[in-house]
Every structure is written in structure tokens, then in C-alpha cells.
């Protein structure tokens, strides 16, 4: 099982940022872009970034 940490973020987002929580155990801040897909992942952290509609359940009612 995957066990990094994913953050939803609206449908309609194309770019979001991330500094790996901040203070003095983050990194850097980056800004990364979904291009046609729904999730992006930190090249940092690892942390995954994920359009809502991605995380719903299959055959789940829009």
C-alpha cells in the first residue's frame, strides 16, 4: 500500500505548490503543474497532489 501523504485539491486546478509542510523540515517551495492528469507529485517530498474527482471511489456518482 501506498503510504504517502495525498492532498485533494479542486478539479478545476492546473498548478499548486508545495514546501513540504514548511518551517525548518520543509523544502524548498516549488510550484508543480497537473498538465492533462489529476494528480502530480512532489519531487521533493513525495507528496501526491490530487484533483478531487481522482480520489472518488469507482463508479462512484459524480
Given at each position: 500500500?501506498?503510504?504517502?501523504?495525498?492532498?485533494?485539491?479542486?478539479?478545476?486546478?492546473?498548478?499548486?505548490?508545495?514546501?513540504?509542510?514548511?518551517?525548518?523540515?520543509?523544502?524548498?517551495?516549488?510550484?508543480?503543474?497537473?498538465?492533462?492528469?489529476?494528480?502530480v507529485?512532489?519531487?521533493?517530498?513525495?507528496?501526491?497532489?490530487?484533483?478531487?474527482?481522482?480520489?472518488?471511489?469507482?463508479?462512484?456518482?459524480?
Open positions: 500500500m501506498d503510504s504517502r501523504e495525498i492532498i485533494q485539491v479542486d478539479d478545476e486546478t492546473q498548478t499548486t505548490e508545495c514546501n513540504g509542510g514548511g518551517g525548518p523540515l520543509g523544502h524548498p517551495l516549488v510550484y508543480l503543474t497537473f498538465d492533462d492528469g489529476d494528480t507529485d512532489c519531487y521533493y517530498c513525495s507528496r501526491r497532489f490530487a484533483k478531487a474527482r481522482s480520489l472518488k471511489p469507482k463508479g462512484a456518482a459524480q
